[in-house]
Nanobody, 125 residues
Framework: QVELVESGGGSVTVGGSMRLTCKVSGVTPNEYCLAWFHQAPGKERRAVAVLGDNGAIRYTAPLKGRINISEVKKERTLYLTLDNLTSEDGGFYYC???????????????????WGQGTQVTVSA
């Protein structure tokens, strides 16, 4: 059984940085994808970064260029660092896991079958 537990959210001022953590357990060691999704208030949940067991990484706008996804396999931990945050970056961030069915992980929500509870990021002026 896959379990994902996010932490690290909180309040930050515009232009600040934050690191989110996801403790991962139960994911098969091969052909998996891990992802971070962002859901702003009143908006759909969208992928911001995905990482495959093969090391392939994809980022999406508008956070692309301001975020970094990484994994420490021996610690079973996934990270997302966010820099130069804007008010539009606020909301909930979710960690997700799914099977890798292509060289690059997909960005669509339906590709991920396991989800964490989310961690909230508040960006204020």
């Amino acid at each position: 059984q896959v379990e994902l537990v996010e932490s690290g959210g909180g309040s930050v001022t515009v232009g600040g940085s934050m690191r989110l953590t996801c403790k991962v357990s139960g994911v098969t060691p091969n052909e998996y994808c891990l992802a971070w999704f962002h859901q702003a208030p009143g908006k759909e949940r969208r992928a911001v970064a995905v990482l495959g067991d093969n090391g392939a990484i994809r980022y999406t706008a508008p956070l692309k260029g301001r975020i970094n996804i990484s994994e420490v396999k021996k610690e079973r931990t996934l990270y997302l660092t966010l820099d130069n945050l804007t008010s539009e970056d606020g909301g909930f961030y979710y960690c997700a896991a799914g099977s890798r069915r292509a060289p690059d992980c997909f960005l669509v929500r339906a590709s991920y079958t396991s989800w964490g509870q989310g961690t909230q990021v508040t960006v204020s002026a």
